[in-house]
């Protein structure tokens, strides 16, 4: 992989935030890839917040209990 990509857009699809970060995943660990990956999210969702945007919050479904 040569970068990694940010997007974040609105709920009309409108692209607010894009960018590419140079980024060399060859002879790196995992854990550091996903931190990078992490800090360019933590990034983005920082700007979209600075363009008056909130996050959309993922959460968890909630698991039907089966009855038996």
Known sequence: MDYLAVHGCDL???T???RRVGFDA???DVETCLA???EAAARTIAELTDHGVTPAQHRPRRRRH???
Do not use: N, W, Y
Request: hydrophobic share 25%.
């Open 12 to 14: 009309t699809g409108r």
């Open 36 to 38: 990078d990956l992490a």
């Open 26 to 28: 060859q002879g790196r």
């Open 16 to 18: 607010l935030v894009e």
């Open 66 to 68: 089966s009855g038996t």
